[in-house]
Each structure stands twice: as structure tokens, then as C-alpha cells.
């Protein structure tokens, strides 16, 4: 089993709807989670993070956290084209020392 | 800051090859780490340090892996002898503490003939 995991997409929506990017994760000792943004042929980028259950809002994007079932993720409002990227879920494994990413969810927004 | 720096941008070189690929930290980051990305095994945690010091260096994949930091300011990520599976984007990232967020270098594009 992968420490993190997400659906590889890719996730397709039209522009100005919702996107729902989910995430899992193994470690019940991690207690630090982020969502990152890979354009093509770019390097990953935060947009946020997340350490304690229940929902964090900054501007488009809502990250919701639930420990007790393992479970991460990230809501992006009013989706645009420039939104379309890989988002990668990654977790702090217990002991607080590697980062562990998911293998990515590829979205696309349609104009 | 100019953010994690890396070198080569590019690198071909023909199997067999060793290869040396770079890396500058953000200044004040305490915490390095080396990534390796494809498409089919996503971005896996090669080997990170702390306050210049290995860590972990259980993702490095074979004994042709090394890295070394001998200062706060630069790494290293040698691969000898090189092969056509070691083809892969490299990342650098460097962290201000443990268990805070990445920052990443712009990565090196590696291909092995």
C-alpha cells in the first residue's frame, strides 16, 4: 500500500464549477498535510496546507482534513483554465522528518 | 531570495557516465531534501538532510546513488555508473525546519542513452 494516495484523474470540469481533489494516506501519526501544484514542466508549488481536522479556506481553495478516517482534501471554487495542473497531496510521516507525496490528480478546467 | 537553485538544467549523457547534478539551498533552510520524479513512480523521496547531516537516505535506489552537503549552501546528487533507468527529473527542495513546507528548485531533466 502507498503511504499516499490519490486518483491519478485525470478530473475534468468546466469552468466555474467545482473541483474535489481527494487524498489518503497510511501514517495515523502524520499530523501535517499539503497540497502542491505542478504545472507541466514546472517544479511543485504550496498552495496549502493543513494540521488540524476540519476545513481550512484560502480565497478559491478549501482543504478539509478528517484524521479519523485518514482522508485529505482539496476544493477549488470557481474553477478557471489556469487552474488546469497536477495537484499532489503530500504528508509529514510520523516523526516529522520526509514528506511523502501522492503520485498526483491531474485536472483539467474547459473553458 | 533566489529561491533553491539547480544545475544542470539539462543533462544527456550516454550510460556508463557519472553524473553530478547541484544544488543551493535557500539561505537560513536547515533542511534539504532530493527528489526524483517519473511518470510511472511519481515523485519519490531520494535522501534528505538536516543541518547538513543525511537523515534518511533509504529512498536512494542502488550503491550508484550518493549525495553529500559538506555546507549549509550546496548539495550534491552523484549518480556513477549512470543508467538508461536512472532517466528522470531531479528535484531539490529545501526547507526552513523539519516537517515544513518545500520549496523546490526548478529541477534537472536527466536522460541516459
Known amino acids: 500500500q502507498k503511504e499516499v494516495e490519490q486518483n491519478s484523474g485525470p478530473l475534468s470540469v468546466p469552468e466555474g464549477a467545482i473541483a474535489s481533489l481527494n487524498c489518503t494516506y497510511s501514517?495515523?501519526?502524520?499530523?501535517?498535510f499539503f497540497w502542491y501544484r505542478q504545472y507541466s514542466g514546472k517544479s511543485p508549488e504550496l498552495i496549502m496546507f493543513?494540521?488540524?481536522?476540519g476545513d481550512k479556506e484560502d480565497g478559491r481553495f478549501t482543504a478539509q482534513l478528517n484524521k479519523a478516517s485518514q482522508y485529505v482534501s482539496l476544493l477549488i471554487r470557481d474553477s478557471q483554465p489556469s487552474d488546469s495542473a497536477t495537484y499532489l497531496c503530500?504528508?509529514?510521516?510520523?516523526?516529522?522528518?520526509?514528506?511523502?507525496f501522492g503520485a498526483g490528480t491531474r485536472l483539467f478546467v474547459k473553458a | 531570495d533566489a529561491g533553491v537553485i539547480q544545475s544542470p538544467r539539462h543533462e544527456v549523457t550516454e550510460m556508463g557516465q557519472e553524473v553530478t547534478l547541484r544544488c543551493k539551498p535557500i539561505?537560513?533552510?536547515?533542511?534539504l531534501f532530493w527528489y526524483r520524479q517519473t511518470m510511472m513512480r511519481g515523485l519519490e523521496l531520494l535522501i534528505y538532510?538536516?543541518?547538513?547531516?543525511?537523515?534518511?537516505d533509504s529512498g536512494m535506489p542502488e550503491d550508484r546513488f550518493s549525495a553529500k552537503m559538506p555546507n549549509a549552501s550546496f548539495s550534491t546528487l552523484k549518480i556513477q555508473p549512470s543508467e538508461p533507468r536512472d532517466s528522470a527529473v531531479y528535484f531539490c527542495?529545501?526547507?526552513?525546519?523539519?516537517?515544513?513546507?518545500?520549496?523546490f528548485g526548478s529541477g534537472t531533466q536527466l536522460s541516459v542513452l
Open positions: 503530500a504528508a509529514i510521516n510520523t516523526g516529522g522528518f520526509k514528506t511523502i
Open positions: 501514517d495515523r501519526g502524520s499530523q501535517s
Open positions: 493543513i494540521y488540524s481536522n
Open positions: 539561505s537560513g533552510h536547515n533542511s
Open positions: 527542495a529545501s526547507s526552513q525546519a523539519e516537517g515544513e513546507k518545500l520549496f
Open positions: 538532510f538536516n543541518n547538513n547531516v543525511p537523515i534518511d
